[in-house]
Nanobody, 120 residues
């Protein structure tokens, strides 16, 4: 069974870069037609798709976040990462790494989520 686990700091200061890593076990991020995604949920709001990196390394980003979002991968460690630059308190959210069978939908495996708070 595929398992995903987010890791990274729980507190980031405004204007800094938020960096999270997702470690995948039970399956390779380079095989199968999967999209390894980042989704977040701010307090009291719905889920927001941020972006994804495909099995072939192609990246996709939400237009609203593209200017300060970067997703990369380390295939030797079977990990993929999120970097969100110039954060503000509005970036406070629970961040999830997710496997999807389509770019923007059909999520089948989720990490447990990690709370990130951006201090002003």
């Amino acid at each position: 069974q595929v398992q995903l686990q987010e890791s990274g700091p729980g507190l980031v200061k405004s204007s800094q870069t938020l960096s999270l890593t997702c470690t995948v076990s039970g399956g390779s991020i380079t095989t199968g037609y999967y999209y390894w995604s980042w989704i977040r949920q701010p307090p009291g709001k719905g889920l927001e798709w941020m972006g994804a990196i495909a099995y072939d390394g192609t990246t996709y980003y939400s237009p609203s976040l593209k200017s300060h979002t970067s997703i990369s991968r380390d295939t030797s460690k079977n990990q993929f990462s999120l970097q969100l630059s110039s954060v503000t308190p509005e970036d406070t959210a629970v961040y999830y790494c997710v496997r999807a069978t389509r770019i923007y939908s059909d999520y089948d495996y989720w990490g447990q989520g990690t709370q990130v708070t951006v201090s002003s």
